[in-house]
C-alpha cells in the first residue's frame, strides 16, 4: 500500500484537476456561500454543536482570545469529560484524555489539525511527542461518543481537532505581542493577500519562549523553551467556485530543557520547583515538518467532494538521564542500573535507610558517584505520516424527510525510526563529567510502521425535527517491527542494520467494524434527548497477541437552548480489553512500544454544563459557562502482575482519572472593556491502581484572570495573571518522581488587525 500512497501523492492532483472540470460542466452552479475548504472543521461552530447527536464542544476564536492561552490543557479546563495529566507546565507534550481513556502522552485520542492525523505516527507511534502550537489556532473541536465514528482510529474516547487560521477574502495583518512572567515572550504576525479573484496567500510566523519557572541545582541553565513556527497557504478557486484548492505548508522547530526527572516528596514539600543538577543536560529538540494538499469540489449544491493528500515528518531527540547503577557501568552498552522512579520510590519509602540516604545524597549533588554510574539516553526518532483521504457528502430531501449521507476513505502509512544512544557519566563534587560516549544505536536500532486503511458510513437522517444517525467505520491495520542487534557481545556496531546482524521481526494484523448510531429527540422546541451507542476501537502495538482495546460505549442526556443553556449526559465505557501501552514517560519498567492487556474494565461518568449570557440596559453583558465531570473508572477484574498494570485487583481504580471535576468561567463586557475570570477544579488522582502511599497526586484548585481594552475597531490591549493565588501542587508522579504545576505568572499584550 505504500507504494500506492506514493503513487497518489505524486499523480493524484494531476488527474483531479481535469477530472474535476469535465465533471463541472455537467452540474448547476453551487452556492457560492458555502464553506470554504481552508477552514477544515468538524463542528464548525458552537451551535453546530449542540445539533450533533452525539456529545460534541467547539472553542471559537472569541473564546481562546479571552486569555490567549498557549497551553492547550489549560483551554480545555472548560470541556466537560475531558481530564488532564499536567507535566511541564506548558502543554508541549500534552496529556489528554476523554471519557476515562489513558491519557499518557494523548495517545488514545484522535489529534487533528484541519482534519489530518497530526501525531507524529497516528498508528505506530502515537504518543504526542508532537503538539501543534496553540498559538496558531483559530478554533477548537472536541468529539465524543457517536459523533467521533468518523474520526478514528481512537474512538471510545473521541477527537480533538484543531483548527488554524482560516483564509480571509481581503487584505490584512494581524499582529500579536505579549510579554511576560519568567521572560516568556510569544510574538505571532500574520499576513493574507487576495491575489486577484481566484488566488489568496497567507503567511504566519508564529514564536514562542520563556525561561521557564524551574531551578536547577548548582546551574544557570533556564528550563524553558524556544519555539518557531511557521505557516504558509496557497488559495486557487475556479471561475465559478466549484473547485478550490489549498496548499498547506508549515515547519516547527522547537528547543526545551525539560526533564523526565522529578523530586521525592520531601524534596517536593521543600522546594516544588527545584530539578536536581543530575538533570541539568536534559533537553529535547524537535522538527516538525507538515504538507498538504486540499481538494474540494461541488458537484451541486448538495453534493460534495473532499479530498487531502498529506505529509507529516517528525525528528526528535530528548538528551535525558534514565538510569543509576552505584557500581559504575564501564562501559555505556552494557549499563544495567535502575530507573530514577525506583530511586525516588526507595527514598520515600526509606524500606532501606542506607540505601535512601545514599540516593539522596546522589540526588542533591553531595556524594560523587563511580565512574559510568548515571545513563544519560538520546532518545533519538525520525516520524513519518502519510496518506490519502477523501469525504463525499450528499444530501436528499423528500416532503418529510432529509437524508444527509457522509462516506470517507483514507489510506495511510506511518513509522517510527529508533536509532538511539547511551552514554555514561559520573557525578565528582556536584557535577557530570563524561565518562563513555556511547557509540549510536547501543540503546536501540529498530524500525516499526503501520498501514491502514480505514473506511466509513455515516448518514442523518431528519424527520419532524428529530435527527437519527447511524453509522459503521471500518479500520483495516497491519503493523510491524524490526530491531537489530545492539548487544556488545552479538555485534561489532549497534547501529548496523544489515540482514545479517537482524535480531527480530513482528508483525500484529488487526481487522474491526465499528458500527454506532446517535440520536437528537426534541421534546420541546428547546429541549432535547441525546442518546447513542457505538463500538469505540484503540489500535494495538506490533505485539503478536495483543488484543485491540475495545469499549461498548453507550451515552445518555438532553440539551436545552435558549438564553440558559443546559446539557447533562450520562456516559458509559464497557471495555472488553483495557490496554495499556509502554513507554519511557509511564516510568514502568518494560520496553517502550509493548502493550498489555488490561482485560474488562467500566468507565462511567456524567458530564454537566451550564450556560448563560444576559444583557443589560446598561451596556454590560454578562456571561457564565459552568461545566462539572463526574468519573468512575475502574477494572473488573484481577491481573497478575504485569510491567505495566502491577498487580490489579477487580474494583482497584483506574490511574489518572479524576473523579469531580469543576469549571467555571465568568465575563463581564461593556463598550471598550472585557473581563474574564477562570475557576478551575480538579481532584486528586491514583497513579497506580493499587493507590498506596506515594501513588497519589493532590487535588487541584486555580484562578485565572484577565482583562481587556479595546483601543478602537483594531487595537486591543490586554492584562492577564494566571494562578492568582500562587498554589502549588503535586499535579503528578510520572514520569519519575513528584512535579509541581506554574506558579501565578503575569502577561501584557497587544493585538492589532490592518
Not at 522529578?262 to 536536581?276: E, I, V
Not at 530507573?339 to 525516588?344: K, T
Not at 440558559?564 to 483495557?578: G, K, P, Q, R, V
Not at 474488562?600 to 440596559?617: D, K, S
Request: glycine share 8%.
Amino acid at each position: 500500500m505504500s507504494k500506492f500512497i506514493r503513487f497518489i501523492g505524486c499523480c493524484g492532483l494531476s488527474f483531479i484537476a481535469p477530472l474535476s472540470t469535465s465533471l463541472a460542466a455537467k452540474v448547476d452552479a453551487p452556492d457560492r456561500d458555502a464553506p470554504q475548504i481552508e477552514e477544515i472543521t468538524i463542528v464548525g461552530s458552537v451551535a453546530g454543536a449542540k445539533q450533533m447527536t452525539g456529545a460534541a464542544h467547539f472553542i471559537g476564536s472569541e473564546r481562546l482570545d479571552a486569555f490567549h492561552h498557549s497551553d492547550i490543557q489549560k483551554i480545555l479546563r472548560e470541556v466537560p469529560g475531558v481530564s488532564l495529566q499536567i507535566e511541564d507546565g506548558y502543554g508541549l507534550r500534552p496529556n489528554i484524555s476523554i471519557r476515562g481513556v489513558a491519557s499518557e502522552r494523548s495517545s488514545r485520542i484522535t489529534l487533528l489539525e484541519d482534519n489530518i492525523l497530526i501525531a507524529p505516527a497516528p498508528y505506530s507511534a502515537p504518543s504526542a511527542y508532537y503538539f501543534p502550537t496553540m498559538g496558531r489556532m483559530h478554533a477548537v473541536e472536541i468529539l465524543k461518543g457517536p459523533a467521533a465514528i468518523s474520526q478514528g482510529p481512537y474512538t471510545i474516547g473521541g477527537a480533538l481537532n484543531l483548527v488554524s487560521t482560516p483564509m480571509a477574502d481581503r487584505a490584512k495583518i494581524d499582529l500579536f505581542a505579549e510579554a511576560g512572567s519568567d521572560a516568556t515572550q510569544r510574538l505571532q504576525v500574520t499576513a493574507q493577500q487576495p491575489l486577484g479573484d481566484q488566488v489568496a496567500v497567507l503567511v504566519d510566523a508564529h514564536h514562542w519562549r520563556s525561561d521557564g519557572f524551574q531551578t536547577i541545582d548548582r546551574s544557570d541553565r533556564d528550563t524553558g523553551l524556544s519555539i518557531t513556527d511557521y505557516t504558509a497557504k496557497l488559495r486557487v478557486r475556479s471561475n465559478d467556485a466549484r473547485h478550490e484548492w489549498v496548499v498547506k505548508l508549515q515547519t516547527t522547530q522547537q528547543l526545551s530543557n525539560q526533564s523526565y526527572l522529578g523530586l521525592t516528596d520531601q524534596n517536593f514539600s521543600q522546594s516544588p520547583t527545584r530539578r536536581y543538577g543530575l538533570s541539568e543536560l536534559d533537553a529535547i529538540e524537535t522538527d516538525h515538518r507538515q504538507q498538504v494538499v486540499f481538494y474540494r469540489f461541488q458537484a451541486r449544491p448538495t453534493t460534495e467532494l473532499e479530498v487531502a493528500l498529506y505529509n507529516n515528518e517528525h525528528a526528535r531527540n530528548w538528551f535525558k538521564t534514565e538510569k543509576l547503577d552505584i557500581d559504575g557501568s564501564p562501559d555505556a552498552g552494557t549499563f544495567s542500573g535502575k530507573n530514577w522512579l525506583s530511586v525516588i520510590q526507595a527514598i520515600n519509602t526509606a524500606a532501606d535507610t542506607n540505601l535512601a540516604e545514599s540516593y539522596q545524597s546522589i540526588l542533591d549533588g553531595t556524594a560523587d558517584t563511580a565512574l559510568g554510574s548515571i545513563l544519560l539516553r538520546a532518545n533519538a526518532r525520525e516520524y513519518f505520516s502519510r496518506g490519502i483521504q477523501a469525504k463525499l457528502t450528499h444530501s436528499l430531501q423528500t416532503e418529510s424527510i432529509e437524508y444527509d449521507f457522509e462516506a470517507g476513505l483514507r489510506l495511510h502509512e506511518d513509522g517510527e525510526d529508533r536509532l538511539q544512544r547511551d552514554s555514561t557519566y559520573h557525578q565528582s563534587l556536584g557535577q557530570l563529567l563524561l565518562d563513555d560516549l556511547g557509540r549510536w544505536g547501543n540503546a536501540g536500532n529498530q524500525l516499526q510502521t503501520a498501514d491502514a486503511v480505514a473506511a466509513y458510513f455515516q448518514s442523518r437522517i431528519t424527520f419532524k425535527s428529530a435527527v437519527l444517525s447511524p453509522g459503521l467505520r471500518l479500520e483495516r491495520i497491519q503493523q510491524d517491527r524490526t530491531r537489530w542487534e545492539t548487544r556488545a557481545s552479538r555485534t561489532t556496531d549497534p547501529a548496523d542494520r544489515s540482514l545479517g546482524n537482524l535480531r527480530d521481526r513482528r508483525t500484529n494484523k488487526v481487522q474491526v467494524l465499528l458500527p454506532g448510531v446517535g440520536l437528537l429527540w426534541p421534546l420541546t422546541p428547546t429541549m432535547s434527548v441525546v442518546a447513542g451507542v457505538h463500538k469505540g476501537f484503540t489500535t494495538p502495538s506490533n505485539a503478536p497477541g495483543v488484543k485491540p482495546e475495545t469499549a461498548l460505549n453507550y451515552e445518555l442526556g438532553f440539551r436545552t437552548s435558549g438564553q440558559t443553556a443546559l446539557e447533562a449526559i450520562y456516559f458509559l465505557s464497557d471495555y472488553d480489553n483495557l490496554l495499556g501501552q509502554c513507554t519511557a514517560s509511564s516510568g514502568a519498567q518494560c520496553t517502550p512500544g509493548d502493550s498489555f492487556n488490561g482485560n474488562a474494565a467500566t468507565v462511567q461518568g456524567l458530564e454537566l454544563t451550564a450556560q448563560r449570557e444576559y444583557a443589560t440596559r446598561t451596556g454590560l453583558t454578562f456571561s457564565l459557562n459552568l461545566n462539572y465531570t463526574y468519573l468512575d473508572g475502574h477494572f473488573d477484574t484481577d491481573i497478575a502482575d504485569t510491567a505495566f498494570f502491577g498487580d490489579v485487583r477487580a474494583g482497584d481504580p483506574i490511574p489518572y482519572l479524576p473523579q469531580h471535576q469543576l469549571h467555571l468561567g465568568v465575563g463581564f463586557l461593556t463598550r471598550h472593556w472585557s473581563h474574564y475570570l477562570d475557576v478551575s477544579y480538579q481532584d486528586a488522582v491514583c497513579v497506580k491502581a493499587s493507590c498506596d502511599l506515594y501513588e497519589t497526586t493532590e487535588s487541584q484548585a486555580t484562578l485565572d484572570l484577565s482583562s481587556h481594552y479595546e483601543l478602537n475597531a483594531r487595537t486591543s490591549i490586554y492584562a492577564k495573571v494566571e494562578n492568582l493565588t500562587d498554589q502549588t501542587y503535586l499535579v503528578a508522579r510520572q514520569p519519575y518522581g513528584a512535579r509541581p504545576n506554574r506558579g501565578r505568572t503575569m502577561a501584557f499584550g497587544f493585538s492589532v488587525s490592518l
